[in-house]
């Protein structure tokens, strides 16, 4: 199995800000996904983060507003940058353990409010 | 992946049995059926899956339809805090992540 942790939980954020959601699993782990889910909704992947590549985008999900390092095999950072009330989401880190191909694990999620 | 249908809501008595449909038509002859949930405030979490046989674990059993064309997630005794998100999913075992649908809300009556 594999524990994640989120920081932070939650967060009220400014309009035009930016904000980086940390991720840390306690297992060295090869992928891990970033999801979005907003408000009713279901979860939407926004990229996809190897460690020792460039993090891979969904469409309609680019690097510019979703920044992603992988600065290891345990931990990762998702930046939401320039924000506004449509960013206002839950986002969820995810990892796939070795070996399991069928478990992913979620983190308990960011809730991020924008005003 | 191919698209999976459910039911956007149920209900269920406590202490009785939950069977929660899925229908995936389009499926392929390597997409496995994966069922997750997600309780309230939490991230999404393992249930169950399956390719052709039904399975049994200790929170659920999957029924899968001999075509495979449709399958049932079965909570044999439903408690209150079953109450959640159930998403159906199918992937094939390369597949990297999880398409996630809207899923069937699932509420427990006490």
């Known amino acids: 199995s594999a524990v994640i942790s989120q920081k932070p939980s939650r967060d009220i954020c400014q309009r035009g800000t930016s904000l980086t959601i940390q991720c840390q699993v306690d297992s060295q782990v090869t992928m891990m996904f970033w999801y979005r889910q907003q408000p009713g909704q279901s979860l939407t992947l926004i990229a996809t983060a190897n460690q020792g590549s460039e993090a891979t985008y969904e469409s309609g999900f680019v690097i510019d507003k979703f920044p992603i390092s992988r600065p290891n095999l345990t931990f990762s950072t998702l930046t939401v940058s320039n924000m506004s009330p449509e960013d206002s989401s839950i986002y969820l880190c995810?990892?796939?353990?070795?070996?399991?191909?069928?478990?992913?694990?979620f983190g308990p999620g960011t809730r991020l409010t924008v005003t | 992946d191919a698209k999976t249908t459910q039911p956007n809501s149920m209900e269920s008595n406590e202490e009785e049995p939950v069977h929660l449909p899925c229908n995936h038509s389009?499926?392929?002859?390597?997409?496995?059926i994966h069922w997750y949930r997600q309780l309230p405030s939490q991230g999404p979490e393992y249930v169950i899956h399956g390719l052709t046989s039904n399975v049994n674990n200790r929170m659920a059993s999957l029924a899968i339809a001999e075509d495979r064309k449709s399958s049932t997630l079965i909570l044999h005794r439903a408690t209150l805090r079953d109450a959640a998100v159930y998403y159906c999913i199918l992937r094939d075992d390369y597949g990297q992540n999880f398409v996630f649908g809207p899923g069937t809300r699932l509420s427990v009556l006490p």
């Open positions: 995810s990892v796939t353990p070795g070996g399991r191909f069928y478990e992913q694990y």
């Open positions: 389009t499926i392929s002859g390597t997409d496995y």
